[in-house]
């Protein structure tokens, strides 16, 4: 069928450029070819046949017994999708064969005059011998070139063809070289011949090795191209080749070489391997090749030696520990044996690590594993340079031992459960009812998957219960304990923990509208706004209930109508639960229904009864009378009397942190489980919190209150003030109580009874797409002088299979206009304006306002961000990473303000501004402070306008290269300044990238009076060159001497890969260097910058008259326009 066939050209189109084919073949613009590769398509469809282009794919010795092209592994149907694409190339003739036989003479000239023109030298041709015609022997002297195939012209006579593509100097270069050579040539040696081999088969072409980038280019060009494809360069592009000879084993590394392992070992890429048939010599100088350039002798220096467990089990059980969630947590990326982790990004998955000795050698292993970066520049996996706690006398080799033994031993069972539980939530007789809306899952009897807008509600009589806000039905129901908080891998989630009571729940709504006429009119479900049936305005919590109000979506005549729904559940006894629903808004001749008897009973003889009807009667569905109907959730089962003990908590000592020059740095005494994730304070009493309040959340899902109760100047003490929320991610006080920014949408928490703890929450803002994948945050909390609020969103380009309703606003920083809040809880809420300020961005997770009201943004390296940056926020402009479903796919990228190197940094986070006035940061004034979690230090900003445009630098804040705790940050992800002018920053320890517990800190910085060090205060360009001004006047007797100072320019071009090198680095001499009059101020003069490039400038030459080292010495300066 003609529809078919169209699908399955495009879908050829597709395999055409995702499976490799453009690292040897060009069509019209796309892909590259070469000396060695094979050629260009863009019009093979007008002399091959599809089915001789189907042929071709599946057996090209039985078309040509010399071909090169490697067997590239196709299903039947992929290669006839393939050949199909391949034959509409250029095929605007629709090719037909004769039907007429040629004739004898005809047939007997033709091969005269092939053998005459001597085309069997080349090519192999039935019946023609190839000693037909004579070579000229190039190795004579009196070789005239004019007289050669590198002749301008051909010449038919002599039947010598020509090459017009040869550019004059390539013809020199032949020309030159033949001349150069008398006699025979010299046999490669080997190595040589392996390194032809190499380049022959065009591996570097599709391969990354060393400074080779293989077909990065052309991924990075075909994931902008092609919708299909968008996003997903990385599974275009194969594995590096770097110290591939020191990776494999001999026989593992020739299986590799000619594509001939068993399967794939990263099923996920699209890019495929092809099978190639060596000679038994070529594959030979190959691998001597490949091990002679890269292998490692295994008594080399610095080779690290196995330190075997000893006990012959005692590796399972360490390995058991260091590979799962709470030692080196290699399943949070890995593959192991039959269990894969999920929602892990394609530039951090990794290969299956079960039984890897039977590919990779140890002592390769144990370098990969204390460094993958100094292989493979760029690799996202952390450096194991830390050894977990309490494991083999917290001997990192020995670690790394066991680890290597567990893996590579057949008895190894990797964790069936890699999770580690967080949090488990039980709620006690006579305590308050508590709620969770974090992502749950969902067992297989119960729909499977993940419910990501949840509600989950824990009563004090045992009864526990699960529903889902996208599609507003019940889908759990258990009884016992409430709820645990797990990880697994990089995600977080719920589980109910409780005994199911049914099962049978399914995403189908619970709510229905149905015609009152006729009485048999079908049932309306709630339709989809924004991937849910409804909103949910507002809930509230006292001692024994909690309140929900929601509106619910319906089309009537096909018109948007909302049903307003007030919702009571309270515990009845000690073995029932109540809902309470009152509809309002219901359209005339509609009566609500909600469905109630359509699941299984498992334990504890449940039953659904309608409170006021005749409970013998079983319906499916409830009728809603006089606006409201009362459910009954009854079971015989009674709670059993316990005392849980409440777990002990790990308090953190007030350390002192010295890592930041001119701070004194303590560490706050307070629980160690906590994982700060915005930092705020009140500036006037509010019911619940005292003026002067710290306030923090927790990527756990609190709002924690921090108090300091023996009045030395140090919070000690925690106060709960929210729990069980998705991910907060920022909090600023407002009105009488606090706003939060967590995953679904921007709550407002209130405390009423001013005990300390939240019981209103209105929900104000929400509506962008929102999923159960953990990319999903909804980040910062700002607010501008209009009283204007600002949260960034989680992007999703990396998720190919995201449906376009999950996917609104996502990547996109939101501004956010108030409205009044209702008076009373039965009020309704007048949603917030929403509006899409930047779009484009990759993960936004720090945004800052300066004191001109102008706000920034921070953003992680990764695929198109060759830098972390820090953006200045316009209204409508894109920032470079298109997101899933982006509908300007046209506009321009606007560059970061400054871009700042990586891996210098590798994950810069929070972000803030130090105040523009004051005496405390007196030396740092209006700079910016950034929250650099990988590698553990604070990165300090200054921005210059230059032509209507910000540009500036990054310098280093605190000391680098110190390990996480002790004098240090443990991990910082984000930071504010006090109103007595201390900084605050809070840290994190996350599992899911560095394994251990997850854990956290928040560390004060006070400011000394006095700076203890000089250096780098601002650099800033000047129309000459750069001035860098110091943090005090400085004295070094080289100071005007232009060797002190060094300047090196780069830029990055993104080509595809997930992490993008250098390019076009030059360095720039300084001809002049002048001290200015302040004394502290120094001119220097260049030429030749070059806009759009960063700049490294360093006065490491300083020598100062008191010999200490400047800190910082170094900035990194983003040059957008010369002033």
């Known amino acids: 069928k003609s529809k078919d066939r169209k699908a399955d050209t495009r879908q050829g189109q597709i395999l055409f450029r995702s499976i490799g084919c453009l690292a040897c073949h060009t069509v019209s613009n796309e892909g590259h070819s070469g000396p060695f590769g094979g050629g260009d398509l863009s019009k093979v469809g007008s002399k091959r046949t599809e089915s001789w282009l189907f042929t071709w794919l599946k057996s090209p010795q039985s078309l040509n017994a010399d071909h090169r092209m490697p067997l590239v592994k196709l299903s039947e149907i992929e290669r006839s999708q393939l050949a199909l694409f391949l034959s509409d190339l250029g095929d605007d003739n629709p090719k037909t064969q004769s039907s007429s036989q040629p004739l004898q003479e005809q047939v007997r000239a033709g091969k005269k005059l092939i053998e005459a023109a001597g085309c069997a030298v080349c090519h192999r041709i039935p019946g023609v011998s190839t000693k037909a015609r004579q070579l000229a022997d190039l190795s004579k002297s009196d070789w005239d070139s004019s007289r050669s195939c590198l002749g301008v012209r051909p010449d038919p006579k002599a039947f010598r063809p020509a090459y017009p593509q040869l550019k004059p100097a390539e013809r020199e270069a032949i020309e030159k070289f033949i001349k150069s050579r008398e006699g025979q040539l010299t046999k490669h040696n080997p190595l040589d011949q392996g390194r032809l081999v190499l380049e022959q088969n065009n591996c570097l072409k599709c391969h990354e090795r060393n400074h080779t980038k293989g077909i990065v280019e052309i991924a990075g060009s075909m994931s902008v191209t092609d919708p299909s494809i968008q996003g997903q360069s990385e599974a275009l592009i194969p594995p590096a080749l770097n110290a591939i000879g020191d990776k494999l084993l001999d026989k593992a590394l020739a299986e590799a070489v000619s594509g001939e ?79 894969e982790p999920r929602n892990v990004a394609l530039g951090t998955r990794g290969s299956d690590l079960l039984m890897l000795g039977q590919r990779m050698r140890q002592s390769y ?225 509609y009566q609500m229904r909600i469905a109630i008897n359509r699941r299984t009973a498992l334990v504890g003889n449940p039953r659904i009864e309608v409170i006021g009807e005749d409970s013998t009667r079983k319906s499916e569905y409830a009728q809603v009378k006089n606006g409201a109907v009362q459910l009954l959730y009854r079971t015989d089962l009674t709670r059993p009397k316990f005392n849980l003990p409440d777990q002990p908590e790990i308090i953190t000592e007030d350390e002192s942190v010295t ?61 709960l003030f929210e729990e069980g ?22 709550i407002y928490l209130e405390d009423t009874n001013a005990d300390g703890r939240a019981d209103k929450r209105h929900v104000v803002a929400t509506g962008w797409g929102y999923s159960d994948n953990y990319h999903d945050w909804t980040t910062s909390l700002i607010q501008d002088s209009q009283d204007r609020f600002y949260i960034g969103l989680g992007s999703d380009y990396a998720q190919p299979k995201r449906p376009k309703e999950t996917s609104r606003w996502r990547g996109a920083v939101l501004r956010i206009t108030p409205s009044s809040l209702p008076e009373n809880p039965t009020a309704k809420l007048t949603p917030w304006k929403i509006e899409p300020v930047g779009q484009a961005f990759r993960y936004p997770t720090g945004l800052a306002i300066n004191q001109e009201d102008e706000i920034f943004v921070t953003d992680n390296q990764g695929v198109q961000n060759t830098f972390n940056e820090l953006n200045h926020l316009v209204e409508g402009r894109h920032y470079g990473v298109p997101s899933r479903h982006e509908t300007n796919t046209t506009a321009n990228a606007t560059p970061p303000a400054v871009q700042v190197p990586h891996p210098w940094t590798r994950s810069v986070n929070g972000v803030f501004f130090l105040p523009p006035s004051g005496k405390e940061h007196s030396a740092f004034r209006g700079h910016g402070i950034g929250c650099e979690y990988d590698t553990r230090f604070l990165v300090r900003f200054t921005l210059q306008k230059v032509k209507g445009e910000y540009q500036g630098a990054a310098y280093y804040f605190s000391h680098p290269n110190a390990e996480a705790g002790g004098n240090n940050f443990r991990g910082p992800l984000c930071g504010a300044v006090s109103p007595q002018g201390n900084l605050y920053i809070g840290s994190i320890h996350d599992s899911g990238w560095l394994g ?67 390019s076009s680095r030059h360095k720039l001499t300084v001809q002049k260097a002048t001290r200015l009059p302040d004394g502290r101020t120094v001119s220097l003069e260049v030429k030749d910058r070059r806009e759009g490039f960063v700049y490294e400038i360093s006065c490491g030459g300083l020598s100062q008259a008191n010999d200490r080292p400047l800190f910082p010495n170094t900035a990194h300066y983003t040059l957008h326009k010369i002033p």
Not at 400 to 409: K, M, S, Y
Request: glycine residues 8%; contains cysteine; aromatic residues 8%.
């Open 261 to 339: 392992q068993p399967k794939p070992r990263l099923p996920w890429l699209k890019v495929r391997m092809p099978k190639f048939k060596h000679s038994k010599e070529d594959k030979a100088a190959l691998l001597h090749y490949l091990i002679s350039q890269d292998r490692v002798p295994d008594n080399a220096p610095s080779t690290s030696t196995p330190k075997p467990s000893g006990q012959k089990t005692d590796h399972l059980v360490a390995g058991y520990t260091l590979i799962g969630a709470k030692g080196f947590s290699c399943v949070a990326c890995h593959r192991v044996g039959s269990f």
């Open 365 to 589: 292993y144990l370098r990969w594993t204390r460094s993958p970066q100094r292989i493979v520049p760029g690799m996202e996996m952390p450096s194991l340079r830390k050894a977990v706690p309490d494991v083999l006398g917290e001997d990192l080799l020995a670690q790394l031992t066991a680890t290597w033994e567990a893996l590579n031993d057949p008895r190894f069972t990797a964790p069936t459960s890699p999770s580690a539980v967080e949090q488990l939530l039980v709620v006690r007789p006579g305590e308050p009812t508590r709620v969770v809306r974090d992502v749950f899952t969902s067992s297989k009897e119960n729909g499977g998957g993940y419910i990501a807008r949840a509600l989950a509600i824990g009563l004090n009589n045992g009864h526990n219960m699960l529903f889902d806000l996208d599609n507003f039905t019940l889908r759990n129901w258990t009884f016992g304990d409430f709820a645990r908080q797990r990880t697994e891998g990089k995600s977080w989630y719920w589980d109910l923990a409780g005994v199911p009571i049914m099962q049978g729940f399914t995403s189908e709504s619970d709510f229905a509208l149905q015609a009152v006429e006729p009485s048999n009119s079908p049932l309306l479900a709630p339709i989809k706004e924004n991937n849910s049936g409804g909103r949910l305005n507002s809930y509230q919590v006292d001692q024994k209930s909690i309140k929900i109000h929601y509106d619910l979506h319906f089309k009537i005549d096909n018109k948007n109508q909302s049903v307003h729904v007030r919702e009571q559940i309270t515990p009845e006894g000690s073995s029932a639960w109540k809902r309470t629903i009152a509809v309002s808004d219901v359209p005339d001749g």
């Open 725 to 746: 929320l998705a991910a907060p991610y920022g909090v600023l006080p407002y009105k009488n109580g606090l706003l939060v920014a967590h995953k679904p949408e921007l």
């Open 996 to 1062: 251990g517990q997850n854990t956290g800190a928040i560390v004060r910085l006070s400011p000394r009076e006095k700076l203890s060090n000089n250096g780098i205060r601002e650099v800033r360009a000047t129309p000459k060159g750069f001035e860098i001004e110091f943090l005090m006047p400085i004295v070094a007797e080289n100071i005007n001497s232009p060797a002190s100072y060094d300047i090196s320019g780069y830029t990055r071009s993104w080509k595809g890969g997930y992490a993008t090198p250098d």
């Open 659 to 719: 890592s930041v020059p001119g701070y004194t740095g303590t560490r706050l005494p307070l629980p160690a489980s906590i994982m700060p994730t915005a930092l705020t304070w009140t500036k006037q009493d509010r019911p619940g919190i005292p003026k002067g309040t710290l306030i923090f959340t927790s990527l756990k899902g609190h709002v924690f209150l921090a108090i300091d109760t023996d009045n030395d100047g140090l919070e000690d003490t925690l106060k």
